[in-house]
Each structure stands twice: as structure tokens, then as C-alpha cells.
């Protein structure tokens, strides 16, 4: 992983200059890395914010051979090779809000985007984007992210090596990578349900369907969130925004 490096000053998204390397050839593993975006993709259809040098903004190529459904499979995974990443380089107690947030203490540091390229299972590419706020300062956050944003700077007021989170990360995605290939995603989740904050908790799920609050028990085979609702009911969230209560 890494191998293919790509280092911008300045682009739209690291999403988009990965999807045009795929469209060129581009080989699993390719990374993407750029100093700024000017039109960071959040999730959800929603900006992220990605200042110069303030942050790591990166964006892996992956082709596994899976089948669509299980694709988010890959969301939780990447979530627990930064999550292990980051809990070793900086020895902080930072957990993962379903499906692929990185909190420390009750704050969001890191977020990951998933986008699916190709119908076709053996041509498939899956672009992983990846944003670190690595070192900002409280004061750069825009007002409407300083209640619900933070930083690894604020968080450990100690500066963290963006080169040493990053080669980290790639090795540590790896053996992860290799393990789901061999193993399937049974001990993935194992990893992740250790790392999580939002299990056996009550959370507030805002989904396209609506609003719901309950119990969140688990997660399934395709990475989708299990919740018990106030109404007694078990539904499956397969995409939607979790809010700890
Ligand atoms: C989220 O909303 O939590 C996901 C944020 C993903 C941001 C990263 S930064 C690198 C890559 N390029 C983008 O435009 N987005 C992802």
C-alpha cells in the first residue's frame, strides 16, 4: 500500500484525482495525498474541511474482489487501522462512532469516505479517502464545527509527525487487508467492536427515512449498525448519521 505515491499542493478533492488515476490504470494501492483541497467530499454529500498543511488528506485505490453489498465492510476496516494507528503513535483514548468516525472524547478527529467505482466485481476499484485533523489549532476550526470538531494537537498537545501517521497507517492497513482476505471479516469486526463507542449505547439515528433513538446492539455481516428502538422494534441502519445520547 503506498507504493504509487501522489503528493499534491493544491486540489479539488483527493477523491477526484484518485478516480481519474483508476480511470488512467491506476493499480490497488495507489495513494493520494495533497496539501489542501479546495472542495474536500464529507459524507453524506457534506464539505470537509481541509486546510493547508493542517491535516493529513488522503485517498487509497483498492480492488478486492467482493461483492457490492459487502463493500462497507472495507468502511469499518479502514476505521480500525486508523483508529489502531492513532491510538499507538499517540498513546490517546480515541475510539470509532459507527460507521467510521474517530472521536476523542466525544469529538471528531478523523473522518473516512468510501467511493465505489465500476459495476463489475473483477474491474471494481474502491477509492478509501481518508481526512486526519492533525494539527490545527481550536481557533482554525470554522464556528459551526467548533462544538462537534478537534484535533489530535488540541486533543494531545503534543505535534504528531504527519509521515509517521501515514506510514503507520499503510502498514497497519495492511496486515488488516491481508487478514479480511484470508479470514473474511469475522475478526475485522471483533477489532472494531473493541474500538467502538457507540455500541450498547443510546444513540439518536438520523437516516434517510427519518429520525430514530434507541439501543445500538451491534453490527452485521455487511458492516450494517444493529439498533434496538425505544418502540422495542430490532432495525438495521445501513446508512445514516449516529448521535451519542
Ligand atoms: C466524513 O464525512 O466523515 C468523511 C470525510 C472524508 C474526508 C477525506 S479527506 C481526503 C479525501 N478527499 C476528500 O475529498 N474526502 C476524503
Redesign the pocket.
Known amino acids: 500500500m503506498g507504493r504509487r505515491l501522489h503528493v499534491y499542493e493544491d486540489v ?5 484525482v484518485a478516480q481519474s488515476l483508476v480511470t488512467a490504470g491506476a493499480e490497488e494501492g495507489t495513494l493520494v495525498i ?1 496539501e489542501q ?1 479546495t ?6 454529500g ?1 464539505k ?1 474541511y ?1 486546510p493547508r498543511g493542517k ?5 487509497l485505490v483498492l480492488t478486492p474482489k467482493i461483492p457490492l453489498f459487502y463493500t462497507p465492510q472495507l468502511t469499518l476496516l479502514t476505521a480500525v487501522a486508523l483508529c489502531r494507528t492513532l491510538r499507538q503513535l499517540c498513546a490517546i483514548d480515541i475510539g470509532i462512532k459507527w460507521p ?2 474517530l472521536l476523542i472524547a466525544g469529538k ?1 478527529v ?4 468510501l467511493e465505489i467505482s465500476g459495476e463489475d466485481e473483477r474491474l471494481r476499484h474502491i477509492i478509501a ?3 486526519i485533523s492533525a494539527n490545527l489549532n481550536v481557533q482554525d476550526f470554522p464556528q459551526e464545527l467548533r462544538p462537534i470538531a478537534s484535533s489530535l494537537l488540541i486533543e494531545t498537545s503534543a505535534p504528531v509527525s504527519r509521515e509517521a501517521i501515514i506510514l503507520a497507517f499503510l502498514k497497519q492497513f495492511e496486515e488488516l487487508y491481508e487478514i479480511y482476505h484470508e479470514q473474511g471479516f469475522a475478526p475485522i469486526r471483533l477489532l472494531w467492536e473493541a474500538l467502538s463507542v457507540s455500541l450498547h449505547r443510546p444513540i439518536r439515528v438520523q437516516t434517510a427515512g427519518g429520525v430514530t433513538e434507541g439501543i445500538a446492539e451491534s453490527i452485521d455481516d455487511s458492516g450494517a449498525l444493529t439498533v434496538t428502538t425505544n418502540t422495542g422494534e430490532k432495525i438495521k441502519v445501513f446508512s445514516g448519521e449516529v448521535e451519542l445520547r
Open positions: 479539488e478533492s483527493t477523491q477526484i495533497a483541497q472542495s474536500g467530499k464529507g459524507r453524506m457534506r470537509w481541509s491535516g493529513i488528506w488522503m485517498s467510521n468516525d471528531k478523523s473522518g473516512i469516505l479517502g481518508i481526512g
